[in-house]
């Protein structure tokens, strides 16, 4: 029997532990290795919140900034149990919730220096855990994206935490863009400030465009074992510099990653969707868990500063409680409001504006669901006003999304770039066509007229008119041609992206295990 740890910043296998794609392969992957008869331990920050419903297995105690700092790892009860897999959380109060999915911080004055802290600390904490047998015998630990990866840090210079050098690191890259970069020093939230004592080098650490800086996800990529990303066209794609909006590559670190993929450590292995045990919306209840979710969120008082949006979604939602017959199309978005996401969207409205027409025309509607940047969510508060046949939820809600998934007819995801995704594999899983851009994993998942629609072009500006004209194919073929919607539907519907065939691949290149 095998014994892995994974380390990460977010965990959908516990409650409230979740902002994005990452939080869903920190929740599968351990499911199907565990299935294999190997021991998984997972461990994320408690972010101050999560450890209340935990049991405490250990105080940590170890050395920051030349004074002795106290810890706490935790058991949690997950949302569902598995045979052979734990998950903790670590307890510091300088490990604090941010104010994105209470997770992260957006610091948009010094960017990271919040989470720089936190993530320093958490991985110090996960090291001197490992060294007193928290989590036994270890084969394999899996860090994941920026946050986790100064466990390449202690493992290479700290004199205390040597243990780590005889443990087989995986480092996954789940967005490359966000890269945590920080100064050397001159700062409390620096490398020298925690570790005033340890003799490490600069150049192996530096930043490739900011050379009085650390870059903590180029620390991964130059240190781990093996550097894995989660699709194999995102790792064609990032070998190569951006050119944006045209194209998002390697963003500064194309050089790192032709360097590990010379070494044979860079893979791309395409992320997998879950087919069982899933939760499933009742049927015919997308308008009714709309409602709900606002009449929640109406009484909260982290919403009261956008309350009157809220009450405008909720009045343009209540006709279509008792609306017959329903409308003729829905087309849905669920995804955070970043750049990546809706780039296309904020730089081209117009193009937005000319989809939601073309769905008036028809009788169709459009629902985003979605929360994020401001500047965003006030461009898309200003369309729904503007548009009656577009329903802007601006909030976060699981039922909502699992209704939007099981009721929508066309699912979009006009992405910048994308490493793998999971939301069109979930729409997919439901029978639904996706309308995408081809780019990164959604060019492995999603094939033009087979089984969805792409879109592409060489410029910016043909790929914007190629979205809109792509979205006029799709409500013509709809309408017009229901013997090919269906069979496009079908072949969506059969389409099996399985983290058994993933996690397999992991165990074959990336840990070096049997399968």
Request: aromatic letters at 12%; glycine letters at 6%; hydrophobic letters at 35%.
């Amino acid at each position: 029997m095998h014994n892995f740890l994974f380390v990460a910043a977010e965990n959908d296998a516990i409650p409230h532990c979740k902002a994005g794609g990452m939080g869903d392969v920190i929740r599968d992957v351990p499911r199907q290795i565990s299935q294999k008869g190997d021991s998984v331990h997972v461990v994320v920050p408690s972010y101050s919140r999560l450890h209340f419903d935990g049991t405490l297995i250990s105080k940590l105690s170890f050395n920051l900034r030349n004074t002795v700092y106290h810890a706490e790892i935790y058991d949690i009860p997950p949302k569902r149990c598995y045979e052979g897999i734990q998950h903790y959380v670590i307890h510091h109060p300088e490990i604090e919730a941010g104010d994105i999915a209470h997770i992260y911080h957006n610091d948009l004055e010094e960017p990271f220096f919040t989470d720089a802290i936190k993530y320093i600390i958490f991985c110090t904490a996960v090291a001197e855990a490992i060294k007193i047998g928290v989590f036994g015998d270890l084969d394999v630990m899996h860090l994941h994206d920026w946050h986790s990866s100064m466990m390449l840090f202690l493992r290479r210079y700290h004199p205390d935490y040597k243990v780590l050098e005889n443990i087989r690191t995986i480092y996954s890259i789940h967005n490359l863009a966000i890269q945590g970069i920080r100064p050397f020093e001159n700062s409390y939230s620096s490398i020298r400030n925690f570790f005033p004592n340890i003799d490490f080098n600069r150049d192996e650490l530096k930043d490739n465009r900011y050379p009085d800086c650390i870059n903590l996800m180029a620390l991964g990529i130059r240190f781990a074992d093996a550097v894995h990303t989660v699709s194999p066209s995102y790792k064609k794609d990032i070998l190569f510099p951006s050119n944006p909006p045209e194209f998002i590559g390697g963003e500064g670190l194309e050089s790192d990653l032709q360097e590990a993929d010379k070494e044979g450590r860079f893979i791309g292995i395409l992320n997998g969707c879950n087919y069982r045990n899933i939760r499933r919306a009742k049927k015919n209840n997308l308008y009714y868990n709309i409602v709900k979710a606002i009449f929640r969120w109406l009484q909260q008082e982290s919403k009261k500063y956008k309350s009157d949006f809220l009450a405008h979604t909720g009045e343009k939602v209540v006709p279509y409680l008792k609306m017959k017959p329903k409308p003729s199309f829905i087309c849905s978005s669920v995804a955070r409001l970043t750049e990546q996401k809706f780039y296309f969207f904020k730089k081209s409205p117009e193009a937005f504006i000319e989809i939601l027409d073309l769905l008036d025309e028809v009788n169709g509607i459009f629902i985003l669901l979605g929360t994020g940047a401001p500047d965003y969510e006030e461009l898309l508060r200003k369309i729904s006003h503007q548009k009656k046949n577009f329903l802007f939820i601006n909030g976060q809600d699981e039922e909502v999304i699992d209704s939007i998934y099981l009721e929508t007819d066309l699912y979009f995801m006009p992405s910048l770039f994308e490493p793998c995704g999971i939301s069109q594999m979930l729409a997919m899983r439901n029978g639904h066509p996706c309308l995408v851009h081809n780019t990164g994993g959604l060019i492995d998942t999603v094939k033009h007229l087979k089984n969805g629609f792409v879109f592409e072009g060489t410029s910016y500006e043909k790929k914007v008119a190629n979205m809109v004209a792509t979205f006029k194919e799709v409500l013509q073929l709809y309408f017009e041609d229901k013997t090919k919607w269906k069979l496009i539907e079908n072949n969506a519907k059969k389409e099996r992206f399985t983290w058994e065939k993933s996690v397999n691949d992991y165990y074959k290149i990336l840990y070096r295990l049997p399968a």
